[in-house]
DNA sequence: TGGTTTTCCGAAACCGGTTTCGGCAACAAA
DNA sequence: TTTGTTGCCGAAACCGGTTTCGGAAAACCA
């Protein structure tokens, strides 16, 4: 008969408020993610399906964010959690398992500890796979020396991706060059620094695989800086599908990963642990998808070809550095 | 000593839930806004300063916006609402007003309608005043034939930059001629398809101000097929400020806005609100902030000239028409 | 038909705060 | 000293639901 009971009234007896919430770091070099709006689309969807809602909040530092889960779990405005960018060592992991919280990870955490006792539910989309796939697709091109640019080594996502690349190189046989492989790329400007650094090696690789989209973009000023043509001379993949792949020229060859049932699911599996399901049983792995565009191909130039064109170009250009 | 009272059992007596919410409509074409995040880290900062927080929601159609109010309404999830993106017939408005709710708006409404017991409160910049400045900017380069590509007129903000467009024009005593309007740009490709009207029009403008960013970057691929050369051939101003203008070559000349403030202004005055303050009493108008790059500047052809330089290169290109 | 069990439904207790109310002590004025 | 006023503090009522409980009615069985 059109009524609702209102949500705080029931909450004060049944315990619950019907409420999800997630506590985003606005602190962070590469915050605009055009895609927030998706994922946000899809969590929100999934609780109102359900009859719950969707909190937000931010936090401007490692201790605002403990401070703000906190208070959100003090005055129980919520009654899980989504935890997105997980880190290796994830402070927010530790303070809400010992407040017997549910929570649930856009990503996964620990790399390389022992999963003795994990409890942790998540939600995540296999980087590895696609960097193996990307690195497997440049070898099928003909390419035998290929670069990676990782992200931030404290995410966790970091760690497997530049796994991803290692299998890759492993299942072709190929070698793995340490000088080949740079991190802590996570705007476009490190982008740049790490991809002219390794262009500038004695022998360049024909071919570079970038853990993030915004690195890889990073990347276009510096082929034209050195004269090079991406997708002839350089071959460059990114990962993440951000709309501005597409608009670059040549267009970036990428992953696209599927925001929007990131959060749909994230939403979903932390309301059925709320309810009272298993947290090692919410887990879910998915796959990102190759958008494939012209910023890679067949290798026209060897490793040392290449090394001789930026040599030139760098020398012919030396009067007129700018940086 | 600690201690914090659950929120939701002083609302049970106090009535007040002490959350805002805002509704996000998630099938907007433009949607991916890379300033989602600042607006929320603004909106979210300053609700937690006064121990508020901020629950968030999207619809998907006008239809289910009403209901997603209704049913935050009803539950009683929020004690005011932060509308975003306002229409000048804005449904939303009228459906709170009729609940009694508190709500503001970012952005004004009603445009063009007498503002007749108009209560609302509302938080906005000032994007007519940012485009009365791009046209005197460009007359003070020497342009005299300038165009505009407007937004949907279906958003408010729209029409208040054309007519800041208009203003500017007045200003400097140059004729309005509506063949250099046009409307309804809210896409990369629907900037394209207006600035390809505009351009190849007998006597084309030496100067295009768009109402976004999104449609002045349609632009771009536009002027790379009609062989001219932005901010020397063509000169172009966008507005928003997104930061994809650094990135573009030559840089985009825009209008910056804060985000941020916006959000943190919006939430402090709907939490007013809230506390009783008349709403009439609530409201604010901001300024874009001119971010001079390189997309402008003084007019190197007139209009004929530059009409018979893309009626060249048009006819030339023919063979080969890439649409 | 009588006794027992099941079902149904309304009343009461409860959730954890806020707010009101009343009683008592302290203080000021006569 | 008595009376009136003020201040303080603990008890009780209240907010709007959910859950429990008990009694009456209905159904079941011998």
Redesign the pocket.
């Known amino acids: 008969m059109g009524y609702r009971?209102?949500s705080h009234?029931?909450a004060?007896?049944?315990?619950r408020v019907r409420a999800i919430a997630m506590v985003i770091n606005s602190e962070e070099p590469d915050r605009h993610n055009p895609f927030l709006q998706d994922f946000l689309a899809g969590a929100c969807e999934a609780a109102s399906a359900l009859d719950w809602t969707m909190t937000i909040s931010t936090a401007k530092s490692e201790k605002d964010m403990l401070e703000v889960l906190g208070r959100l779990v003090e005055e129980r405005k919520a009654d899980g959690f989504i935890l997105p960018r997980t880190e290796v060592n994830d402070v927010r992991v530790k303070y809400l398992r010992e407040l017997k919280v549910p929570f649930i990870l856009y990503g996964r955490t620990g790399y390389g500890q022992a999963q003795t006792q994990d409890d942790t539910s998540w939600f995540d989309i296999s980087g590895e796979t696609a960097i193996r796939k990307a690195v497997g697709r440049l070898v099928s091109f003909g390419h035998t020396r290929i670069g990676f640019v990782g992200s931030d080594p404290k995410f966790n996502y970091s760690h497997l991706r530049r796994d991803g690349y290692l299998e890759g190189l492993e299942a072709a046989a190929l070698p793995a060059d340490p000088k080949l492989i740079r991190e802590g790329a996570r705007t476009r400007e490190e982008g740049a620094i790490e991809a002219r650094a390794l262009l500038r090696l004695k022998r360049p690789p024909t071919a570079i695989v970038f853990a993030t989209d915004l690195a890889a973009l990073g990347c276009y000023p510096v082929c034209t800086e050195l004269g090079l043509h991406i997708g002839r001379d350089v071959s460059i993949l990114g990962y993440d599908g951000i709309p501005e792949c597409q608009y670059v020229s040549p267009g970036l060859t990428t992953f696209s990963v599927d925001s929007q049932r990131a959060g749909e699911r994230l939403a979903t599996m932390l309301i059925q642990q709320t309810r009272g399901e298993a947290p090692a049983g919410l887990r879910e792995l998915s796959e990102a998808e190759l958008i494939a565009r012209e910023s890679d191909g067949p290798p026209r130039l060897t490793s040392e070809q290449l090394a001789k064109k930026i040599q030139l170009l760098t020398d012919h250009n030396r009067g007129g550095n700018r940086l």
């Open positions: 009971p209102l009234a029931q004060i007896r049944t315990g």
